[in-house]
């Protein structure tokens, strides 16, 4: 599955108001990594496993980059430029939890970023450092897709294909992984 064409099909599950764009996807994908560091802090603690965890973490990683298309689509960025450029110097080095830290960073600035947005509008410089924040999550989800030993584009599928059966359920809306 191509970028564009994820970014499209994810944009026609979106059900949040236009005029939240600036930060519902913010928000939702601190959430989604939060999650995925939750479920890491557990194999750290001896709870599970990371192989019991992994099909799990995959599905985190749709969510994550769902909010990364959505965080896209409503800045007027192109997922596929933004793809391309974080594929540039990709570095697939990395342990799963030091790449979850970046990660959340990442979307702690793009969190502030939007907050900026809403106070101030879009400037260049704000345009282009959620550029370079997005750039640095994608970067950050390649390294995870090479930690799951995933390829992104499955994870982009599976995740559609999630969401057209939840919106075809009428169970978009909602709460929990499995409705």
């Not at 194999?43 to 994550?64: S, Y």
């Not at 989800?141 to 075809?168: H, T």
Request: hydrophobic fraction near 35%; charged fraction near 25%.
């Amino acid at each position: 599955m191509q970028a564009s064409e994820y970014q499209r099909a994810a944009r026609t599950t979106a059900i949040y108001p236009a005029a939240a764009g600036v930060y519902y996807p913010a928000l939702g994908l601190s959430g989604e990594l939060g999650e995925l560091c939750n479920k890491a802090k557990k194999i750290i603690r001896g709870d599970v496993t990371f192989d019991a965890r992994l099909e799990d973490f995959r599905k985190e990683l749709g969510d994550v980059l769902w909010y990364i298309a959505a965080t896209a689509s409503d800045r007027g960025f192109a997922l596929a430029d933004l793809v391309a450029d974080a594929e540039c110097g990709q570095q697939l080095t990395g342990d799963l939890y030091s790449t979850l830290l970046d990660l959340e960073k990442s979307s702690g600035d793009l969190a502030g970023m939007a907050d900026e947005i809403k106070t101030h509008g879009i400037s260049v410089y704000r345009r282009q450092y959620t550029q370079s924040r997005l750039e640095q999550v994608l970067r950050g989800c390649g390294r995870l897709c090479f930690i799951f030993n995933v390829n992104m584009n499955d994870v982009c599928k599976a995740n559609i294909q999630k969401l057209f059966y939840r919106k075809e359920a009428g169970t978009i809306k909602g709460d929990g992984d499995n409705r």
